[in-house]
Each structure stands twice: as C-alpha cells, then as structure tokens.
C-alpha cells in the first residue's frame, strides 16, 4: 500500500513538473524570453547610437514578461523601443562622448608617474565606476517614466550617489559580466554567452532597480508632469499665435477689400 502511494506520489510530481502550467516549463519559458530580448537588444543595438533605446526596451519587456508574467516579449520591446527613440537617441551620444573623454583621461594618467597623477587615475576609475551606475539608471528610469532628457541624465547621478548600496550591486554586476567574458574567451561557452549576457545583465539589473524606482517614482511623475504641462504651453502658444495671424490675415484682407471700394 505504501508502495502505491509513495509511485502515485511520484507521478504527480512528474505531471506536476511537465506540465504546461508546472515549475519546468515556466522556468523554460522565462529563460527563452530572457534569450529572445537579449537577441533582439544585440539585432537593434548594432548602429551603436540605438544602444540607448535597445537598453529601455530591454529592461521594460523585461520586467513586463520575465518579472511579471507577461507574454508579449517582442511588442512591449518595439513599443517601447519606439516611444524612447529620439530621446533615448541623444542620451546614447551624450554617455558615449562622455565615456570617450572618461577613457581617454583615465588613460592619460595611468601613463603618468607621480602622486599627483596616481591620485587623478584613481578618481577617474571611481568616475567611470559612478558612469556605468548612471546609464543603467538612466535608461531603465526612462523605459518607465517619461521626463525631459536634462531629469533623465541627472536624476540617475543623485541615485546612483545617494544609493551606494544599490549601485555597489550593479558594478557587482557588470564586473561579473566582464570576468565570466573574459575567462570564457577562446573556449565554446565565449559565444552562447555573447548572446545571453546583455539579458542576463538586464533581469539581475531589475532586481535592485525596481526597489529605487518605486522610492522615486512620485519624483518621476511631478517630472513627467511638469514636462506634460511644457508641452501643453507650447501647443497653446501655437493656437494663440495662428489664430493672431488669421486675425491679422483677416485684417489686412479687410484693408484691401475698403481700399478697393
């Protein structure tokens, strides 16, 4: 009888385990969505200055199918990958040229002697540690909230300094990312992780991210307000000024009408 139980017990287990609801093919299912955003991320991240827009649509779809459920991987990843183009756009070219003078000053000074020198190399290597913080602040906070490109680039600087605990993670991360790159060159495992890496990178991202943002998000939304009303203003400003120069249009044409009577 024991015997019974303990095969029935057995069984539901492996039904359980198989099946289309059970903990196997949920996990399978979230690891291929978490490759499938990392593909789309490298294909839409080739033209460089899209990085940025591939890095919001990352971290939303993300968050929206791999943290919560969800099952529109590619949609939410286009959908937001369109909406932040533009201004995702500019913030990839401000990080790169500020990355490029970053590298290039912290080099400058490795290839110097002296106290003086080896105290600037330092600070350099600590700004560089601070810059990989702000862009995964960045783009992340610009996938959920919309707000001018001035509150994008900068909020992340105050986080990332008021937030050490968080931000020490995510250097964590990416210094794990560079070390497994690393030891596995010229090996078979270099390539698969090539391709899993970037989604990888980005669900470790999400589980500290996720915490600042919701401390921050009644700051996110009076930003997003305030830039809400901005546009409000200038769309008014637009209606006030056509309609003043059909005004004027109207008045002139009057004029010529009584000059021709």
């Given at each position: 009888m024991s015997?019974?139980?303990?095969?029935t017990q057995r069984g539901e287990l492996i039904m359980d385990i198989?099946?289309?609801?059970?903990?196997?093919?949920?996990?399978?299912?979230?690891?291929?969505?978490?490759?499938?955003?990392?593909?789309?991320?490298?294909?839409?991240?080739?033209?460089?200055?899209?990085?940025?827009?591939?890095?919001?649509?990352?971290?939303?779809?993300?968050?929206?199918?791999?943290r919560h459920n969800e099952d529109r991987a590619t949609r939410d990843f286009f959908k937001s990958?369109?909406?932040?183009?533009?201004?995702?756009?500019?913030?990839t070219i401000i990080f790169i040229v500020a990355g490029v003078l970053f590298s290039y000053a912290t080099y400058f000074y490795y290839n110097r002697s002296g106290s003086f020198n080896l105290g600037l190399r330092w600070l350099f290597y600590i700004i560089i540690l601070v810059y990989?913080?702000?862009?995964?602040?960045?783009?992340?906070?610009?996938?959920?909230?919309?707000?001018?490109?001035?509150?994008?680039?900068?909020?992340?600087?105050?986080?990332?300094?008021?937030?050490?605990?968080?931000?020490?993670?995510?250097?964590?991360?990416?210094?794990?990312?560079?070390?497994?790159?690393?030891w596995s060159y010229n090996t078979f495992f270099f390539a698969p992780f090539l391709?899993?890496?970037?989604?990888?990178?980005?669900?470790?991202?999400?589980?500290?991210?996720?915490?600042v943002l919701k401390k921050y998000e009644p700051m996110a939304q009076a930003a997003a307000e305030e830039l809400e009303a901005k546009k409000n203003g200038n769309e008014s400003?637009?209606?006030?000024?056509?309609?003043?120069?059909?005004?004027?249009?109207?008045?002139?044409?009057?004029?010529?009408e009584n000059e021709n009577l």
């Open positions: 015997d019974i139980i303990i095969s198989f099946n289309y609801n059970g903990k196997l093919y949920n996990f399978l299912n979230k690891f291929w969505t978490l490759v499938w955003i990392s593909v789309l991320w490298i294909v839409c991240s080739i033209p460089i200055v899209t990085i940025g827009a591939s890095s919001c649509a990352a971290y939303y779809s993300m968050v929206k199918n791999v990958f369109k909406a932040n183009f533009k201004q995702a756009t500019v913030m990989l913080c702000v862009i995964t602040y960045a783009f992340s906070w610009l996938s959920r909230f919309e707000m001018s490109t001035f509150h994008a680039v900068t909020y992340p600087i105050a986080v990332t300094l008021m937030h050490l605990k968080f931000s020490v993670g995510l250097i964590i991360f990416w210094a794990a990312m560079f070390i497994v790159a690393y391709v899993i890496a970037p989604g990888l990178k980005c669900l470790l991202d999400t589980f500290l991210i996720e915490q400003e637009k209606i006030d000024n056509s309609e003043s120069n059909e005004v004027t249009e109207s008045e002139v044409a009057k004029t010529t």
